[in-house]
């Protein structure tokens, strides 16, 4: 959204303040301006000059010498120029020696623009320079009178031929202005409009808003005689209103209105057009006007499109429409597409003599969709998309019709066609002034509140403690909503700093984030770094992987509008990313390299999808070099031990995992629960992700830990008795588990055991073939006496015997 401050100031009339100053309060105040535009940047000592004498240049065919009267004294300075347009008696804007032009041919530009010097052109002198509309910072656009390649000619614009020589240029042009850019909100449809923007440069600014007063207008007949109207689809147009115009004159708009157009970057065109482009800004209310004689059987019929339908737009395209379109069609074809843009078959020409204007509201959901289907962006449509309030358009279509009075254009048809069978009512919020101060934090009494209301145009009932919002703020809907226009224009600035009073005061994090924070301290402690992998991964990595073809981890859930094919699923392991990211490491010859990811993976519940999957957060480890199986999962029980598991995991060796070592894997078991696997990655994985050494993995069910976890500490203090050790050395075969052996251990020993340690595994010549040996330290402690022999020795008696009918003996 873009506006020109002179076009503001018609609006708020006693706003003085510079660009910047204007810069500052409005983006404090809610309105961001994202920047301006200076028109007289750059632009000095530019005045009015008088042509008396032209001669030709004695040594250079293209050149003349103009003798040019530059102020009422009758004093004239030498111009020397290549200018073909120039004859004598022509008013034209001149540079004096010194002066600063925006743009030139010539060298030495600056940050201030151009400088003019006295100087020589074939040998023969130059007091100055005769300006095109370019050198003044402007375009044929905004100055359609100007010569598109020659000097800007004032005298032949009415409006300037009788300018006073000598008088400010800048200031007869109406440059000595600033073009505004906003970032309006969509919530914001109102400040899509000069009025909309008014407001609230006269609420930030404690001025009076001062907008057009729209008076009534039209003659004795009735539009219903020229026109009907049906609404096919009131969803999707709750209201529609018409006027007519007959006896039209097509000719230039006025001065005034041009320059405004054109500030804000629209082309002028013709009277016609450019009093709906002025509503459309003023308002920001798009209208569309119709060749009333193109119009059959005079009806307009809003309607949706049919499927596979064809209409040519008033660009020339020929465009394709489905049955999802909104259109505005006569009684025998379409004429226009709704919101976006009319039909060439209805375009307005100059021959037109009766013309139909529109103003109406679309629903925004389908302007936005059916331009997107249609490749088509346009201004109206921009505006429409954010949803208009329909209260405002035959407000801004008597507006036009005022317009068109005034400018001689046409005459108007008494009464208008106005469809809206359900009228928008203002909403009614209670404010309560303590509430608002408890969000906010501070202590704004509730007459100043009322006042900040009210310069919004809201009406506010203090008995009541209601404020009643008027259909053009979309955006205020709850206390919350009041809260911030009070914040916003009492000053962001002047509100301190403080906590909010909850019990949320002490901030903190979540469950969730406390147990990843745990995760990530352990690992980074054992050297690991962390990675960030694709939630999007290639349905190949499964086959990289050895997935069997029925594995559930091969049920993923497939991306509607994939990149490609590398990034066509979501992932249901992080393990591709993974061995990737570590195969990455290897090939560029890096060493002893541990990686760790905290990722979510996406297990669909069925496929197709009828819910949302379930979305699980794994903790996935990967490292080679230093280290091996043992080293993984004594970093998984550290892992367990920090995260709040009180008790000892099992390892069961039947993980079943495809792409582990079928030999050196295991699943972790919590309680009966799975919550990790770890293990050797197969030989054939590693060679699939090219990873020329041993390579282990784990993947730890962050979900599954954080349900069982429990970070609650207890104190216990100093043992006060001594206690007593006992090693044990084991012969077995290699199938028995150690995790077997420790279970007898902690089983038989009972409330005595404090602590056991496997200190040697021993597989040799000393032993039959197929057995090993595994030694134990065990520590006995009781808490309320000191131990006897014969306790420890029972103990001991239990666990061996236990041990014997496992097939396990004493090793001698």
């Excluded at 030709?56 to 103009?66: G, Q, R």
């Excluded at 005298?155 to 440059?175: C, M, Q």
């Excluded at 450019?274 to 209310?285: H, K, L, P, R, W």
Aim: with cysteine; aromatic share 8%; charged share 30%.
């Amino acid at each position: 959204m873009d506006t020109s401050f002179s076009w503001i100031k018609a609006y708020v009339p006693d706003l003085d303040c510079t660009a910047q100053e204007y810069t500052d309060a409005m983006t404090l105040s809610g309105t961001k301006v994202e920047g301006f535009t200076e028109f007289d940047k750059n632009l000095d000592k530019i005045v009015v000059g008088k042509i008396n004498k032209i001669e030709k240049h004695p040594d250079a065919d293209k050149l003349v010498i103009c003798q040019v009267q530059v102020d009422e004294d009758g004093k004239e300075v030498q111009i020397v120029t290549g200018a073909s347009n120039v004859k004598e008696g022509q008013k034209v804007p001149v540079v004096l020696d010194g002066g600063h032009v925006a743009s030139s041919h010539k060298d030495g530009e600056s940050e201030n623009g151009f400088k003019i010097k006295k100087g020589k052109l074939r040998g023969v002198e130059s007091f100055g320079m005769m300006c095109s509309i370019e050198e003044l910072g402007s375009t044929t656009d905004m100055y359609p009178d100007a010569a598109k390649d020659g000097i800007y000619i004032l005298s032949d614009n009415p409006e300037y031929k009788d300018a006073k020589i000598g008088s400010d240029v800048v200031e007869l042009l109406g440059l000595h202005d600033v073009r505004f850019e906003y970032e309006i909100t969509s919530n914001r449809v109102d400040c899509f409009g000069m009025i909309g923007i008014a407001r609230e440069v006269a609420a930030t600014f404690g001025k009076e808003l001062v907008v057009p007063e729209v008076k009534e207008t039209g003659n004795s007949e009735d539009v219903n005689d020229y026109i009907s109207v049906e609404v096919k689809n009131p969803e999707l147009c709750p209201r529609y209103t018409a006027r007519v115009v007959k006896n039209i004159k097509i000719a230039p708009s006025p001065e005034w209105m041009q320059r405004r157009l054109a500030s804000v970057g629209i082309r002028p065109i013709n009277n016609i057009v450019d009093i709906t482009n002025y509503v459309m800004e003023e308002y920001a209310q798009p209208m569309h006007a119709y060749d009333l004689d193109k119009i059959e059987d005079k009806k307009i019929i809003v309607r949706k499109a049919d499927k596979g339908e064809k209409f040519v737009t008033l660009d020339g395209q020929e465009r394709e429409l489905d049955d999802t379109m909104l259109m505005i069609c006569d009684g025998k074809k379409p004429v226009g597409i709704a919101g976006i843009m009319g039909g060439e078959n209805s375009m307005i020409t100059d021959d037109v003599t009766t013309m139909l204007f529109e103003a109406a509201t679309f629903d925004g959901t389908n302007i936005r969709l059916s331009g997107k289907k249609l490749g088509m962006r346009t201004d109206a449509q921009a505006k429409f998309e954010k949803g208009l309030d329909p209260n405002n358009a035959i407000d801004a279509m008597n507006r036009a019709c005022q317009l068109v009075e005034e400018l001689g254009a046409g005459e108007v048809v008494g009464g208008a066609i106005d469809y809206y069978p359900v009228e928008k009512e203002p909403i009614v919020i209670p404010y309560d002034a303590d509430k608002i101060n408890a969000l906010l934090g501070t202590d704004i009494d509730e007459t100043t509140m009322v006042k900040y209301f009210e310069k919004l145009d809201l009406t506010v009932d203090t008995d009541k403690k209601e404020v009643i919002v008027p259909t053009w703020r979309q955006d205020l809907e709850r206390l919350a909503d009041l809260a911030e226009e009070v914040a916003r224009f009492y000053g962001y600035d002047k509100i301190s700093m403080t906590l909010p009073k909850s019990s949320a005061t002490a901030g903190g994090l979540s469950e969730k984030l406390k147990h990843e924070k745990a995760a990530r301290i352990v690992v980074e402690g054992y050297g690991f770094n962390e990675g960030m992998t694709f939630s999007f991964e290639s349905p190949k990595v499964y086959d990289k992987l050895n997935l069997p073809e029925d594995d559930v981890l091969r049920k993923s859930i497939k991306i509607t509008n994939p990149l490609g094919e590398d990034y066509s699923v979501m992932r249901t392991s992080a393990l591709g990313g993974m061995l990737t990211s570590l195969s990455t490491n290897y090939n560029r010859r890096n060493k002893n390299v541990r990686l760790y990811e905290l990722a979510n993976v996406y297990l669909p519940k069925q496929l197709p999808l009828t819910e949302l999957p379930d979305e699980r957060m794994q903790l996935t480890l990967g490292m080679y070099g230093d280290g091996d199986f043992f080293t993984m999962k004594g970093i998984i029980e550290t892992l367990m031990s920090k995260l709040g598991l009180k008790k000892k995991a099992e390892y069961d060796p039947e993980a079943g995992k495809a792409f582990l070592h079928p030999g050196r894997q295991a699943k972790v078991m919590y309680d009966g629960v799975q919550i990790a696997y770890l293990g050797e990655v197969h030989p054939v994985v590693q060679k699939n992700f090219a990873i020329g050494e041993r390579t282990y993995i784990a993947v730890v069910d962050m979900k599954a830990i954080m349900d069982m976890a429990d970070f609650e500490v207890k104190y216990e203090g100093v043992p006060k008795f001594p206690a007593m050790t006992r090693d044990i050395s084991l012969s077995m075969k290699k199938e028995v588990l150690a995790g077997d052996i420790e279970k007898v251990i902690s089983k038989k020993g009972g409330k005595l055991v404090e602590s056991y340690e496997l200190f040697d595994v021993y597989e040799g010549s000393q032993l039959v073939k197929g057995f090993k040996s595994l030694a134990y330290k065990i520590v006995f402690r009781a808490k309320d006496h000191t131990l006897k022999d014969d306790e420890v020795n029972a103990a001991m008696d239990k666990i061996i015997k236990a041990l014997a009918e496992m097939d396990v003996e004493l090793r001698q």
